[in-house]
């Protein structure tokens, strides 16, 4: 089960850290992605982290935001800085099964485990 928390209302050029607790995983063993669905558009990778610590940003938010885990947790953290209006969406936490120390661009279809959201709304 994953469970996102943290989203809500925000102001532009604010800050956020969104947080995915996972459990009945065994979280090590998983690469942890971020998505986010705007209204009205399609989904969109963010990007993910592995086991280790390894990270991929994905366009449009590499530079805005920063992955992390804790693997004693069994959580991950998305950090999303300099927010706009345009980053209004919900923020979906994933997870797949791989011992890759790194993956790049992945798909929702990609991902074998889906939280089931949380909102951010970015006011202007």
């Known amino acids: 089960q994953l469970v996102e928390s943290g989203g809500g209302l925000v102001q532009a050029g604010g800050s956020l850290r969104l947080s995915c607790a996972v459990s009945?995983?065994?979280?090590?063993?998983?690469?942890m992605g971020w998505f986010r669905q705007s209204q009205g558009k399609e989904r969109e990778y963010l990007g993910g982290?592995?086991?280790?610590?390894?990270?991929y940003y994905k366009e449009p938010l590499r530079g805005r935001i920063a992955l992390s885990r804790d693997n004693a947790k069994s959580t991950v953290y998305l950090q999303i800085d300099s927010l706009k209006p345009e980053d209004t969406a919900v923020y979906y936490c994933?997870?797949?099964?791989?011992?890759?120390?790194?993956?790049?661009?992945?798909?929702?279809?990609?991902?074998?485990?889906w939280g089931a959201g949380t909102l951010v709304t970015v006011s202007s």
């Open positions: 994933t997870a797949r099964h791989t011992s890759a120390p790194t993956l790049g661009s992945l798909s929702w279809s990609d991902m074998d485990y």
């Open positions: 982290i592995s086991w280790n610590g390894n990270v």
């Open positions: 009945g995983l065994s979280f090590s063993n998983y690469y």
